[in-house]
């Protein structure tokens, strides 16, 4: 899906803050924009959440940006601009949808719901999901991005997965 870092670093040498922004776009556009899209309830707001993000990044310093873990940096960044978005502006299940989610017991029904299981989970958890098995990226950049030791991602990873199995498949109500 993201070219790589070194690539990202062809286009980071020099040149103007615009130019560095032009090209974050071309090597991490369609991440962000993905990333956006699935961490927000509503992918209406993906296009909102995005350019913010690239004003965040084109505020920043040049001496911040470092080319070497760019890609890890830059995801950083949205994710401390997606979960502000999602503090101030919250998407909480009402009491009739978290019956409804939990009464189901046929686990293809509630497959159905899976975002509605997603974001059930810590906002940690679902950017480590996302990031890790949606994009492909190593789980040591994703520990760079939440800022948590390696060896626990991991163990966030597994945890998180497991409350999504036995939300779907057990039917337990317990939450992350």
């Known amino acids: 899906m993201a070219k790589t870092s070194e690539n990202a ?10 130019e560095w922004i032009d090209g974050v776009v071309r090597t991490y556009g369609d991440l962000l924009y993905d990333f956006c899209q699935a961490m927000l309830w509503s992918p209406a ?38 979960r502000g978005m999602k503090k101030r502006s919250p998407r909480l299940l009402t009491p009739a949808e978290q019956v409804m989610l939990d009464s189901n017991p046929d686990p293809r029904a509630r497959m159905r719901f899976r975002d509605s299981y997603f974001h ?19 789980v040591s950049e994703v520990s760079a991005v939440l800022e948590i030791p390696e ?3 991991r163990l966030q990873r597994l945890q998180s997965l497991r409350a999504l199995e036995s939300w779907i498949y057990g039917g337990e109500r317990g939450t992350a």
Do not use: H, M
């Open 9 to 18: 670093a062809e286009n980071a040498g020099g040149g103007t803050a615009g």
């Open 151 to 153: 060896a626990s991602a």
């Open 120 to 138: 059930r989970l810590p906002i940690e958890s679902q950017c480590l999901l996302l990031l890790r098995d949606k994009c492909g990226i190593p």
């Open 45 to 82: 707001d993906a296009p909102d959440a995005y350019r913010s993000i690239l004003r965040t990044l084109a505020r920043r310093r040049r001496t911040e940006r470092f080319v070497r873990y760019e890609r890890p940096w830059i995801l950083q960044i949205a994710f401390r601009e997606l």
